[in-house]
């Protein structure tokens, strides 16, 4: 039982490994923005290996539409981040592919609006 | 041991391993993942996914009718199971179960029922329509248990298909359907014998006939972590935010030797994904009299190996 026990609790405990999920995101999940937002930035349930972690944003043509500059943020590696420019008025999505630091990849993407 | 010096040296191995793995092209093919979707392990009806994985334990508590001479039984189970890949596509299981049997009117019975041993093949898997397909089979090994808690001397082989689907792929219009899916089997229960004679102690002979079984069912679940990360923040924070409700379909149909009819269950429920475990409950609802005609439950406390233990018992025996 000790070693059960043992097992849950360190299972439980979250420490930094495992696949890395979004956990949220700025601008939010299928939200819509009424001021274009400067950067695209996300928060991930696990440390990011930096050279391995990607996003980029396109409008609803397909166009990609970052300033190709996707980061990890150096003071806290769950954030990763994309600059943007003045954005028009639509829908946009925003992928995503990330190494985490035990080497699981997980991907994704989601929508937001920028309002007229 | 100062961990900024261990995270020091563990960098450039990280890195070679990131390397490796990106340039495999190998995404996050574990515990039940399949693009952006992530399947959680299941109670009642097994999943499509091959994957390191423990479940320590699963306790489940049902009261089941009489039938014939047998009294009406309060079972409860303990049960630990098993899963290692051997390749990223082929794994093996082995489970075990602790049955405390409780008739009404007699004494209580314990012991192990018969050891469980399978072997599971992912042949398919769609990450943008976030489907996955394997083929296995269930060895029931017969006169592994103890008789008096009814572990049968003869084996049954479950040869099956496995599915798995996330409806990700919905359109725009239907985008909080998104986070459905459905996982199931359909498989054929094999018994190695067909009867088993016994004798009373007046002389009687009798004979019990083992009938072959469509073994089939399916869980359909909702996730909130799809919702939130992938369709909609609707403002849902941990624990919350990990939760995915579900409802299991585990039935068993009788198809010769005398025996016909469908028993099974009927499970909601709901589970918390973690980084390294989820923990689920489900309610167990017979689905007719020969079911049973109380509800029981079902938990389960299961362990992702593969993130707990990555570079060691965490990953495939062979390749990688």
Redesign the interface.
């Known amino acids: 039982m000790p070693v059960?026990a043992y097992?849950?609790a360190?299972?439980?405990a979250?420490p930094a490994?495992?696949?890395a999920?979004?956990?949220?995101?700025s601008p939010?999940?299928?939200?819509t923005v009424h001021a274009p937002p400067a950067q695209v930035k996300l928060w991930f349930?696990?440390k990011l290996?930096p050279?391995?972690s990607k996003a980029q944003v396109t409008d609803s043509s397909g166009k990609r539409v970052d300033q190709a500059d996707a980061r990890v943020d150096d003071g806290d590696r769950t954030v990763l981040t994309v600059s943007l420019p003045q954005l028009a008025p639509g829908r946009y999505r925003v992928k995503w592919r990330v190494?985490s630091?035990?080497?699981?990849?997980?991907?994704?993407?989601?929508s937001f609006d920028v309002a007229r | 041991m100062n961990t900024k010096n261990r995270r020091s040296i563990a960098t450039p191995l990280?890195?070679v391993?990131?390397?490796?793995?990106?340039l495999s092209a190998?995404?996050?093919a574990?515990h039940g993942?399949a693009?952006?979707r992530?399947f959680p392990a299941t109670l009642a009806t097994d999943d499509p996914f091959v994957a390191d994985e423990l479940s320590?334990p699963t306790i489940e508590s049902r009261k089941m009718p009489a039938s014939g001479d047998e009294a009406a039984t309060r079972e409860t189970s303990y049960s630990v199971d098993v899963s290692k890949r051997l390749t990223d596509n082929l794994g093996v299981g082995f489970g075990a179960v602790y049955l405390v049997l409780q008739p009404d009117g007699s004494d209580t019975q314990r012991g192990f029922d018969n050891l469980a041993a399978s072997i599971k093949y992912k042949f398919y898997q769609n990450d943008e329509r976030e489907t996955i397909l394997s083929a296995g089979v269930d060895w029931d090994i017969g006169g592994s248990g103890a008789k008096r808690v009814g572990a049968e001397s003869f084996s049954t082989l479950t040869p099956a298909l496995f599915f798995g689907k996330g409806f990700g792929d919905l359109p725009e219009s239907m985008?909080f359907m998104r986070p459905l899916a459905v996982t199931g089997l359909v498989g054929l229960g094999i018994p190695t014998r067909s009867g088993t004679t016994s004798t009373s102690d007046e002389g009687e002979v009798s004979v019990e006939r083992h009938p072959h079984t469509l073994e089939w069912g399916f869980a359909v679940e909702y996730s909130l972590?799809y919702l939130?990360?992938?369709?909609?923040?609707v403002g849902l924070r941990e624990p919350f935010?990990r939760m995915i409700p579900i409802v299991e379909f585990a039935m068993s149909t009788a198809l010769d030797r005398g025996a016909s009819g469908t028993t099974g269950t009927v499970n909601p429920g709901i589970i918390w994904a973690?980084?390294?475990?989820q923990l689920a409950v489900e309610a167990v609802i017979p689905v007719n009299n020969r079911s049973g005609n109380r509800v029981g439950w079902i938990a389960q406390?299961h362990?992702?190996l593969?993130?707990?233990f990555?570079?060691t018992i965490g990953r495939p025996v062979f390749g990688r």
């Open positions: 059960l097992a849950c360190s299972a439980l979250s490994s495992a696949h999920f979004l956990d949220h995101a939010a999940v299928g939200s349930t696990q290996e050279a391995f190494l630091v035990d080497t699981h990849v997980t991907e994704g993407d989601y | 990280t890195l391993a990131a390397a490796t793995a990106v190998e995404s996050a574990a993942l693009g952006k992530f320590l985008k972590p939130q990360s992938f369709v909609q923040d935010s973690g980084r390294y475990a406390l362990f992702f593969d993130d707990l990555p570079a």
